[in-house]
C-alpha cells in the first residue's frame, strides 16, 4: 500500500517562511516526479512545484510563487520538500502532495494523492 503523508502547514504571518515535507511509503521502486499543488477555498487546484527525474532532475515551479518557494527531493527518504518564504495571504490554500511512481505489484506506473497539509497566511 502506498501512502503519502504530508506534514508542516500551518498558520503563519505575511512574510514567514514554512516548509513542507511529503513521504512516501510503501514497496516504492522508482518516483518519476513529485509535485506540489495547492487549492483555495472557491478555487482550483493548481500546479506549484514539480520534481521530476530522468536522466537529469528538472525543477519547475509556477510563476506565481517563482522566486519566493523552491522544492527538492531527497531520494534516499522518497521525501519531497516545498520551502515556501516571504508568504502571501493569497498562498494560503491546502497544499496536497502528488507522486507518478511504480510499486511492487503494481504492473505499471500509477499516481498517487496526498490527503493535503493546510497553510493559513494571515495577520
Known amino acids: 500500500q502506498v501512502q503519502l503523508v504530508e506534514s508542516g502547514g500551518g498558520l503563519v504571518q505575511p512574510g514567514g517562511s514554512l516548509r513542507l515535507s511529503c513521504v512516501a511509503s510503501?514497496?516504492?521502486?522508482?518516483?518519476?516526479?513529485m509535485t506540489w499543488y495547492r487549492q483555495a477555498p472557491g478555487k482550483q487546484r493548481e500546479l506549484v512545484a514539480t520534481?521530476?527525474?530522468?536522466?537529469?532532475?528538472?525543477?519547475n515551479v509556477a510563476e506565481s510563487v517563482k522566486g519566493r518557494f523552491t522544492t527538492s527531493r531527497d531520494n534516499a527518504k522518497n521525501t519531497v520538500y516545498l520551502q515556501m518564504n516571504n508568504l502571501k495571504p493569497e498562498d494560503s490554500a491546502i497544499y496536497y502532495c502528488?507522486?507518478?511512481?511504480?510499486?511492487?505489484?503494481?504492473?505499471?506506473?500509477?499516481?498517487?494523492w496526498g490527503q493535503g497539509t493546510q497553510v493559513t497566511v494571515s495577520s
Open positions: 510503501g514497496s516504492i521502486v522508482v518516483i518519476y516526479a
Open positions: 520534481v521530476s527525474l530522468g536522466d537529469t532532475t528538472n525543477v
Open positions: 502528488n507522486a507518478d511512481l511504480f510499486a511492487l505489484g503494481q504492473g505499471r506506473k500509477r499516481n498517487y
